[in-house]
């Protein structure tokens, strides 16, 4: 399959912990995305990478989060101390180009008790 | 971020023709119009996207306002695969961003 993948695809944590996730972009897609999708709610922006470089955050991405590309290939997400608020689906998306269309990858469910 | 205003939920019945409606009163003449879906369970995946003339594609066909303030997405027969949440995105050409602004979207039903 030459789709994005993500993984894991479920994640349970307890308040407090760590977690990352990893993101594969199609291949030589340069640019990757994270959103964050809630229950009944679209999908909410959350960082975008060209090749290695992060050029943009939202301003719902708190210090607990971080994001690198560091090679300009596959991407990771981390939550530090995470808390129940960040219970939610991660999403991936990876593109050729500025502007061309998305494509998202399953999901990572993470679940915080 | 210009904004989009779509209804909650819309039904079908199966091979019967769709319309979704999205209103973008405060489009800029900047702004693409896309169409991205979401299955149970999946991520979103591109639908269409236009400017300012009709678009059709093997998915579906975007039919544009003359005046841009709003659109509609047709779904020419509906399928039960076709059950989604179907988002109707402004994007803007030239500006230093690339991120999609997803609404809440429109929930479509498909009965057989």
């Known amino acids: 399959d030459t789709g994005v993948s993500q993984d894991p695809r479920h994640k349970i944590t307890k308040r407090g912990q760590n977690v990352t996730f990893r993101c594969d972009p199609i291949?030589?897609?340069?640019?990757l995305y994270w959103y964050r999708q809630t229950l009944g709610q679209g999908p909410e922006f959350l960082t975008y990478?060209?090749?290695?470089?992060?050029?943009?955050k939202s301003r719902l991405l708190s210090d607990r989060f971080s994001a690198e590309r560091p090679k300009g290939s596959f991407s990771t997400l981390e939550i530090q101390r995470t808390e129940q608020g960040d219970s939610a689906m991660y999403l991936c998306?990876?593109?050729?180009?500025?502007?061309?269309?998305?494509?998202f990858g399953p999901g990572t469910r993470l679940t915080v008790l | 971020d210009a904004k989009t205003t779509q209804p909650n939920s819309m039904e079908s019945n199966e091979e019967e023709p769709v319309h979704l409606p999205c209103n973008h009163s405060?489009?800029?003449?900047?702004?693409?119009i896309h169409w991205y879906r979401q299955l149970p369970s999946q991520g979103p995946e591109y639908v269409i996207h236009?400017?300012?003339s009709n678009v059709n594609n093997r998915m579906a066909s975007l039919a544009i306002a003359e005046d841009r303030k709003s659109s509609t997405l047709i779904l020419h027969r509906a399928t039960l695969r076709d059950a989604a949440v179907y988002y109707c995105?402004?994007?803007?050409?030239?500006?230093?961003?690339?991120?999609?602004?997803f609404g809440t979207g429109t929930r479509l039903q498909v009965f057989p």
């Open positions: 998306a990876s593109s050729p180009t500025r502007g061309n269309e998305q494509f």
């Open positions: 291949s030589e897609h340069n640019r």
């Open positions: 990478f060209q090749n290695e470089a992060q050029l943009e």
């Open positions: 405060t489009i800029s003449g900047t702004d693409y």
């Open positions: 236009g400017l300012t």
């Open positions: 995105i402004l994007r803007p050409f030239g500006l230093n961003t690339d991120k999609l602004i």
